[in-house]
């Protein structure tokens, strides 16, 4: 049985960090694009990064773009998004997903493999 578990989410204030982790079972990511998306309450899901199977590439949506930093560790079969300088509005459920493809996507409809999702609330 395939499966993506994420963990790491939470609940920090705003100006804090979390480390989000994504790891599979069933199914073997090297060769596949990973990608991280969230989606708030009454919103579509939303792209937040995604990075190439070999991990040498990365693409962030704007709204991320020098706060979090997406990785991945082939060895350990997992993916990872450190996510620092939270604000109120990074409030999600973060979904981790995975492509047959190697190179990275952007759009919900590229990933075939999605994990349950991940709680992360920012508020004081």
């Known amino acids: 049985q395939v499966q993506l578990v994420e963990s790491g989410g939470g609940w920090v204030q705003p100006g804090g960090s979390l480390r989000l982790s994504c790891t599979a079972s069933?199914?073997?990511?090297?060769?596949?694009?990973m990608g991280w998306f969230r989606q708030a309450p009454g919103k579509e899901r939303e792209f937040v990064a995604s990075?190439?199977?070999?991990?040498?590439?990365?693409l962030y949506a704007d709204p991320v773009k020098g706060r979090f930093t997406i990785s991945r560790d082939n060895m350990s079969n997992a993916g990872y998004l450190q996510m620092d300088s939270l604000k109120p509005e990074d409030t999600a459920v973060y979904y981790c997903?995975?492509?047959?493809?190697?190179?990275?996507?952007?759009?919900?409809?590229?990933?075939?493999?999605w994990g349950q999702g991940t709680q992360v609330t920012v508020s004081s």
């Open positions: 997903a995975a492509r047959s493809g190697d190179g990275m996507g952007s759009r919900p409809s590229q990933y075939i493999y």
């Open positions: 069933g199914l073997n990511l090297n060769g596949k694009a």
């Open positions: 990075v190439a199977w070999w991990g040498g590439s990365r």
